[in-house]
C-alpha cells in the first residue's frame, strides 16, 4: 500500500463522517499534506477494490467512504445526512429468505432528520 492510500485509510478509519473524496482532500491540505485530488480518488478506488473501505452511492451527489465496521446508514431524504445505525446483522436471514447464500449487504434506512423535519414544521406552520 502506498504512503497517500495509508493516509487516507487513516483518515476514514478515524472519521465519524461519511467524507467524499473533495472532502478528505480539503482535510489533508487544511492539515499540511501534499496530496492532488486525483491521487485521494485513485487511492479511494484502490482501497475500496482491496475491501478495506466502504463506498456509499448518494443519488445525485458524490460518493461518501466510510469504514469497514458492520453497520448500516440512516439517510436524511431531504439534506442527504448520513449517521450510523447499528442493527443485528440480517446476513442469515436474507439468505434464508433468499434462498442462496447472500454474501454481504448495504442497508440504507431512508428518513427525516431532526433539522430538516424543525424546518418542515416551520415552514408549515408559517402557512397556517
Given at each position: 500500500m502506498t504512503a497517500n492510500a495509508e493516509r487516507?485509510?487513516?483518515l476514514v478509519s478515524a472519521s465519524t463522517e461519511h467524507l467524499t473524496a473533495?472532502?478528505?482532500?480539503?482535510?489533508?491540505a487544511s492539515g499540511g499534506e501534499k496530496m492532488s485530488l486525483a491521487t485521494v480518488?485513485?487511492?479511494l478506488n484502490k482501497l475500496y477494490a482491496e475491501g478495506l473501505v466502504r463506498k456509499i452511492p448518494m443519488d445525485g451527489q458524490p460518493d461518501r467512504y466510510d469504514k469497514m465496521l458492520r453497520h448500516d446508514h440512516l439517510v436524511c431524504e431531504k439534506c442527504g445526512a448520513i449517521s450510523d445505525v447499528m442493527l443485528d446483522d440480517y446476513l442469515a436471514e436474507f439468505s434464508r429468505q433468499a434462498g442462496v447464500k447472500v454474501e454481504s449487504y448495504d442497508l440504507k434506512l431512508f428518513y427525516l432528520?431532526?433539522?430538516c423535519k424543525d424546518k418542515a414544521e416551520e415552514v408549515s406552520a408559517c402557512k397556517s
Open positions: 487516507i485509510l487513516k473533495e472532502e478528505m482532500y480539503a482535510k489533508l480518488y485513485n487511492s432528520c431532526k433539522k
